[in-house]
């Protein structure tokens, strides 16, 4: 069998339609930006099921501009394939970031592969891919796993801290593990003259304007629908 090395006059079998449409495009010269950009960009975001899509002058940019958003800069590392065209790997050090090549498996995946040194990382608990836990069982934790993967917004792999160990960023620190601890939102009062005091009661969100106000001696407004959490009663 002979496969070509692209299928050039396959996908422009109907060439008429594609010259009309670059002859408009080569009358108004608007083919940086402009409108034949931003129809494209509206059509090629239906058609990924995407709110945005920015596009580019070629694949090398797209890749390069991909790593920048997600803030790759020198330093950093990006584990990518050997197989792949060099574009790939060019964009990563063209970020400056140092390129770690590992081999796939028999799918072309690397995600097994990722998955055996990602569980050597401190404070990593359980690597699991997003198809391991489609497929898992039905278990408190393997339902909490599954309730968590969105299929395409979530990533290929991911990794579940140890109990109790928390990362932090810019932004905070994370939530998101199956542990029962974080299936709840801690809420902490304090005050100098506050005794230590533990309640294991579910409270809510909404409850937090009246127990304030309750503490400060204030009356709450009427609107107010939470109710008084009590601090100092057993
Ligand atoms: C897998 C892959 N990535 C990136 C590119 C780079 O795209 P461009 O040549 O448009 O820069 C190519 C191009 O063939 C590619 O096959």
Not at 217 to 231: D, L, Q, R, Y
Request: glycine share 6%.
């Amino acid at each position: 069998m002979i496969v070509p090395f692209n299928y050039l006059n396959y996908q422009f079998k109907d060439k008429k339609k594609y010259f009309a449409e670059w002859s408009k495009l080569i009358d108004t010269s608007e083919f940086t930006l402009g409108p034949f950009i931003e129809k494209f960009e509206k059509k090629f975001s239906k058609y990924v099921g995407v709110k945005h899509c920015i596009s580019t002058n070629n694949g090398t940019d797209a890749l390069i501009l991909s790593l920048k958003s997600l803030g790759i800069k020198s330093g950093d590392e990006v584990i990518t394939v050997c197989n792949s065209f060099y574009a790939t790997a060019g964009a990563i050090e063209a970020c400056g970031a140092k390129i770690v090549f590992v081999d796939s498996d028999e799918r072309y995946q690397i995600d097994l592969i990722i998955k055996d040194s990602m569980i050597k990382i401190p404070g990593v608990g359980m690597v699991i891919t997003q198809n391991e836990i489609m497929t898992a069982g039905d278990s408190d934790i393997e339902i909490r796993l599954k309730n968590m993967v969105h299929p395409i917004k979530s990533p290929d792999i991911i990794f579940i801290p140890i109990k109790y160990w928390s990362t932090r960023s810019q932004s905070g620190a994370t939530h998101g593990t199956p542990y029962d601890y974080d299936a709840h939102i801690p809420f902490f009062i304090s005050s100098s003259n506050f005794k230590k005091k533990e309640i294991k009661k579910r409270v809510s969100s909404v409850d937090i304007a009246p127990t304030i106000s309750n503490i400060l001696n204030i009356s709450p407004p009427k609107s107010i629908n939470g109710k008084i959490i009590k601090i100092f009663e057993d």
